[in-house]
């Protein structure tokens, strides 16, 4: 589905410093922040125009097939078994935190550190979620935020809804994705055991843990009908994480307030936090990607994401949180948010430097 880029060069973690209360800015950030920005038409000239992407009709076959299936899963939920639905309820949790906690905090953005258990527990919940392995989703996200809004992002919210939302998985990959992705410095990820293996097993794992397993636990366990195992908690539940995973991508990148900064696309949507566990406060995120909390309230809002790694730092298994001081926040605020609260989609062509 997704090119393999193999040679990267490497970029020492410069952002923020490793401590739980803690953050200092860096000249770069600072840099990044205060630098002025480049005139649309300049942008203009250096971003390639838009070009018509082939389509994919293997992947546009296999996600017909499977919304077909997960429609049959929505009728089926009307004969399954409470154990059933319940389970199904987990998995979707289990493998929202596979990518929230994990391949996004975690592996992308390396917000806090984890130890081998949980690195291999979140490794089986992203495996569940079936979204790439942990790093291609990694490269794409950093790709996401070093060059969002741009050719060079995979699922840039300027080709519209759809294109963020899914399209961009049913067509080829833009030529600047594969060209800028193969500059982004992916060594911690080549260099984690448990991103190698899931990386190597990926095909074989994706169907043992995210089909297989839903199917047979309820069939075995409460003796669940096959056909409604595998289309409920199996089909409807992946289908279902899927879009409220794009859904940070498409709606999250369109609509809400811009308090951060309000130059951005990327908004703040409670709506999208509530299904995405916590990943729907998109404005802040893409402003301080070095938050492990992805969110400047801890549990003022929801986040679970954020409450299942303060756990496991509390049974030691997560260490390192990085956070963003208050004093940053509200000075950057000053400097680039939209005070008066709302904002509608921002149409900007303007170049920045992201940190991830
Ligand atoms: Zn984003
Ligand atoms: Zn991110």
Not at 164 to 172: A, D, E, F, Q, R
């Amino acid at each position: 589905m997704a090119p393999r880029l193999e040679e990267f060069e490497v970029r020492p973690n410069e952002s923020i410093t490793s401590n739980e209360n803690t953050t200092t800015t860096t000249t770069r950030q600072r840099n990044a922040a205060a630098a002025p920005l480049i005139r649309r038409e300049e942008a203009a000239k250096k971003e390639p125009q838009e070009i018509d992407l082939p389509i994919v009709w293997r992947n546009v076959a296999v996600f017909t097939m499977l919304h077909l299936g997960a429609l049959y899963g929505v009728y089926l939920c009307f004969y399954a078994k409470w154990q059933t639905l319940l389970f199904a309820y987990v998995l979707y949790f289990c493998g929202g935190l596979g990518i929230t906690a994990g391949a996004h905090r975690l592996w992308a953005h390396r917000t806090y550190k984890a130890k081998m258990p949980l690195r291999i527990l979140l490794a089986i919940f992203q495996t569940l979620a079936v979204q790439n392995s942990i790093f291609e989703w990694s490269r794409d996200h950093r790709v996401h935020h070093k060059h969002s809004e741009t050719n060079a992002d995979p699922h840039n919210a300027k080709r519209g809804f759809f294109f963020s939302h899914m399209g961009w998985l049913l067509m080829k990959k833009h030529p600047e994705v594969i060209e800028k992705g193969a500059r982004i410095p992916l060594d911690d990820l080549n260099a984690d055991p448990v991103v190698a293996f899931q990386k190597k097993y990926y095909r074989l794992l994706a169907i043992l843990i995210c089909f297989v397993m839903p199917t047979v636990v309820p069939w075995l366990c409460w003796s669940e009908d096959l056909t409604i195992a595998y289309f409920v908690p199996g089909v409807l539940r992946y289908i279902f994480l899927l879009h409220i995973t794009w859904l940070v991508n498409s709606v999250a990148h369109m609509w809400g307030n811009r308090p951060y900064d309000k130059t951005i696309n990327p908004a703040e949507n409670l709506f999208v936090s509530l299904g995405a566990i916590g990943e729907g406060f998109h404005n802040y995120h893409h402003t301080f990607p070095m938050d492990y909390a992805a969110s400047e309230f801890g549990a003022k809002y929801f986040n679970p994401s954020r409450a299942f790694i303060d756990f496991m730092c509390f049974i030691g298994q997560a260490y390192d949180r990085r956070t963003v001081s208050r004093e940053m926040i509200m000075q950057r605020r000053m400097r680039t948010g939209d005070l008066a609260g709302h904002s509608h989609n921002h149409d900007s062509n303007e170049e920045r430097e992201y940190d991830y």
